[in-house]
């Protein structure tokens, strides 16, 4: 495998002067690119900060990470901070020495006063390159754990040859059966930033959460669910693994889990980003398997579609509904119906709204069985709705 190195030279170090006319900061920089193209030492500002104490403080904050390394303490640290001016801002970033801490301070154009703000990104020609380039398609591999379904994955060499040296772990293959999913001095205080750690690449990260988000709903967790809106606001394709994680996170224990997840659903589907499809089958597979209970996901589908998006609600539970209603014995008996009819009744509301028509597999069986139970009678409803039929009394 091959490795890349990058040299980086500033024409002199980096200064705060003081002079009769006041104090100035000398910011270097190194290997740019801008809309001209490659630039040794980019120019992006000259001027006067409207909120210097805030800004130091923060600027203070973002170098004290980049030359930190929160573990393995004793090897050297990276103590060169990214700047990007775009035109609105500029944007200061730094990863800790070990890859596991993220800081940023934006500047924005209120805190600016001065010249215009140039175009471009000091030391980020090649990382931005890799960033929007199209990757080869993930080695993805579904497994079963238990009541879990999990996604494995195998090594990605673009990966590990595009990023620094610490983040190269993102590109190590993904197992079920490794006790340790992600690098071990990750942990749950700063598990809202590793979506940043790939922004443009979601599913490496997903992939390695995926067993973290899988508790809140297998094992009554609390709180893995909240990084699901930061992951569906990532760029790039969502594929099996951050449709898995919704999946899981909308058949959470805790309420505040199952709000993160609808959140995150939404977004995937603001972004034309969310597969209806996949996930509807995800969630019925994940019900049959035990791992989400139907009763928690009504909950969830019902908060999301009071949202007015009774449409993207019906485009999924349109794939797993089928799932379980295949499971109707030759008896007519299901081996777990508790919670279906809540699901059906989203459904059947769903379409009562949006006017979708069409045929259900399987729904016709439920709604032809005899009694009154919650779940006939939404399954009756919801075929009178698709066939536009009055219901009958």
Known sequence: MTRSLQAVAYRRPSVLESSAAGRRLGLETSQGATP?????????????????????????????????????????????????????RLRFESF????GVYARLDVLEAGLDGGEVGLGTQEGARLARWLTAEGPALPVSRRTCG????????????VQDGLPAPLRVLGRPV??????????????????????????????????????????????????????????????????AVHLCVAYGLGARHA???????????VL???????????GADLGQLVRRG??????????????????????????????????????AADGTLPSSRGLGDLLAVAAEC?????????????????????????????RRLRSALTDTAVAA
Do not use: M
């Open 175 to 240: 197992s079920v059966f490794r006790e340790r999913w992600y690098c071990h001095h990750w942990n749950a205080d700063i598990r809202q930033h590793w979506p940043a750690l790939l922004p443009e690449r979601p599913e490496p990260v997903a992939a390695r959460i995926l067993r973290d988000l899988s508790a809140v709903a297998v094992d009554d967790a609390r709180g893995a669910a909240a990084v699901l809106p930061q992951l569906a606001e990532t760029d790039g394709v969502a594929g099996e």
């Open 36 to 88: 001209s193209g490659a630039v040794d030492h980019p120019r992006f500002f000259a001027g006067f900060l409207t909120s210097p104490r805030t800004a130091s403080a923060g600027l203070l904050a973002v170098a004290d990470v980049a030359a930190a390394r929160y573990f393995q303490p004793q090897l050297r640290a990276s103590p060169d901070p990214v700047v990007t001016g775009n035109g609105d």
């Open 269 to 279: 589907a603001a972004r034309g980003r969310l597969d209806p499809g996949l996930l």
């Open 256 to 266: 505040e889990d199952r709000l993160a997840a609808v959140d995150a659903l939404l």
């Open 351 to 379: 379409v009562e709204r949006t006017g979708a028509r069409g045929e259900l597999p399987h729904l016709a069986r439920a709604a032809d069985r005899r009694g009154s139970s919650r779940l006939v009678t939404q399954a």
């Open 147 to 158: 009541p879990r379904v999990l996604i494995e994955l195998g090594e990605l060499p673009d």
């Open 291 to 328: 791992a989400v209970k139907a009763v928690r996901l009504a909950e969830s589908v019902r908060t999301a579609a009071a949202t007015d998006a009774n449409a993207t609600i019906w485009s999924v539970l349109r794939h797993t509904l089928p799932v379980l209603l295949a499971d109707l």
């Open 96 to 99: 800790s020495g070990c890859g």
